[in-house]
C-alpha cells in the first residue's frame, strides 16, 4: 500500500515546493507547486545513495527538522513536514526499509575526546566489555575504536538511535560513565554520517568469467 505525506521540499537551492511525498513500491514521488508552478518529480529507491537528518542550517527547511535525500547523480533534496516534526523520522525509517530492506541497520556513532595520557586507562577500562549485555539489546552490532586521543563507540541497530534508549536508563551505564569523567577533554560528541558506500549484491547466477 502506497504512504504519502504532507511535506515542503527544496532540490539544492532551488525554489521551495510545497504539496506532497509519496512512497511508492520503487520510487518516491513528489507532487506540488513549486515557483508557482505545478511539479511532479519521481526518484527511484536505487537511485539513492544515502537519506539521512539535515541538522546544518543550510538543510533545515523554515527551521523545521529535514531529511536529506542524497543521490547517486543529481542534486540533494531536503525535506521536512508540514504538520508534527516526528513525521521526518518516520519518513527516513520507511524509506530505510524500502530502499535496504525490511534488515536494514542504522548507525550511531559517539566520540569521546581523551585527555592527554589517557589512553592506557581508557583501554583497560574498555578491556572490562560494555556495562551491559549486548545479547539483552536491540542493538545488531557494537564497536569501539580508540587512538591515542579519542575512543569512538559505534552502535547499529535497525532501530537507529532509538536502540539506545533502554541502555540510557540502566544506572549502571551511568555508574560506569563515571569512571570515564577524569578521562575526557571534553563532552561526548555525536559524528554525522558524510559519506557511505556499501558493494550492492551480485545478480543471481552473475560471476567473473
Not at 527547511?61 to 540533494?76: A, K, Q, T
Request: aromatic content about 6%; proline content about 8%; cysteine-free.
Amino acid at each position: 500500500m502506497n504512504v504519502s505525506y504532507g511535506v515542503v521540499w527544496r532540490e539544492d537551492a532551488l525554489p521551495l515546493a510545497t504539496g506532497k511525498l509519496e512512497l511508492l513500491p520503487h520510487a518516491l514521488r513528489f507532487e506540488g507547486i513549486a515557483g508557482g508552478r505545478p511539479t511532479t518529480h519521481e526518484i527511484a529507491y536505487e537511485t539513492l545513495a544515502a537519506v539521512r537528518v539535515g541538522r546544518s542550517p543550510s538543510e533545515r527547511l523554515d527551521g523545521r527538522p529535514s531529511l536529506v535525500l542524497e543521490r547517486r547523480s543529481g542534486l540533494p533534496i531536503s525535506v521536512a513536514s508540514v504538520v508534527q516534526s516526528g513525521v521526518v523520522a518516520e519518513i527516513a525509517e520507511r524509506l530505510a526499509s524500502l530502499h535496504f530492506g525490511a534488515n536494514a541497520r542504522r548507525r550511531t556513532v559517539f566520540v569521546l575526546p581523551l585527555r592527554e595520557g589517557a589512553h592506557d586507562r581508557a583501554q583497560a577500562l574498555l578491556a572490562e566489555g560494555p556495562p551491559f549485555d549486548p545479547e539483552e539489546t536491540a542493538l545488531d552490532r557494537h564497536d569501539v575504536f580508540v587512538t591515542q586521543n579519542e575512543v569512538v563507540f559505534v552502535f547499529e541497530s535497525k532501530l537507529g538511535v532509538d536502540a539506545l534508549e533502554p541502555l540510557l536508563s540502566d544506572p549502571a551505564l551511568w555508574l560506569s560513565a563515571a569512571a570515564w569523567r577524569e578521562l575526557l577533554a571534553g563532552p561526548p560528541r555525536i559524528a554525522e554520517d558524510a559519506y557511505s558506500w556499501e558493494r550492492p549484491p551480485a545478480a543471481n547466477g552473475s560471476g567473473s568469467r
